[in-house]
């Protein structure tokens, strides 16, 4: 969603949530009670999209030959890939194969 929020010209997004009976705010950290407020596996998503891809970054045109299974968003130094589904790629960027596991994001510097 986050690749396309950007593909559109969006520049800021919040997220946020309701935790309910001790679950996490959005799944991005766990709970902030005592001890709690550690990043979630969603939250480093979040931030290779900040730090490589943010405001005024250049982004390039991807393609990918099933873009109904796999999302990719390219800048001069970055690649993020996003499996979409519940099955496993063998995805090929040049000369190197990137395995992504079910819905797994993998942001790759090149």
């Known amino acids: 969603a986050m690749i396309k929020f950007l593909e559109a010209g969006g ?10 009976n001790g ?3 959005s799944g991005i950290w766990t709970p902030t009670q005592a001890g709690g407020g550690k990043p979630l596996p969603v939250y480093y998503s ?3 999209f900040k730090d490589y891809f943010g405001p ?3 982004i390039y045109k ?13 800048s001069a130094n970055h690649i993020m890939l996003v499996n979409k589904t519940t099955r496993s790629f063998n995805v090929g960027i ?5 395995v992504l ?3 797994q994001v993998e ?3 090149y």
């Open 11 to 20: 520049a800021v997004a919040f997220s946020w949530g309701w935790a309910v």
């Open 101 to 103: 596991k079910p819905y």
């Open 56 to 58: 005024g970054t250049q």
């Open 46 to 48: 979040y931030k290779a």
């Open 62 to 74: 991807t393609t990918v030959s099933d873009p109904e299974s796999i999302e990719a968003l390219a």
């Open 23 to 25: 679950a996490s705010d």
């Open 94 to 98: 040049g000369n190197t194969v990137v």
């Open 107 to 109: 942001t790759i510097a």
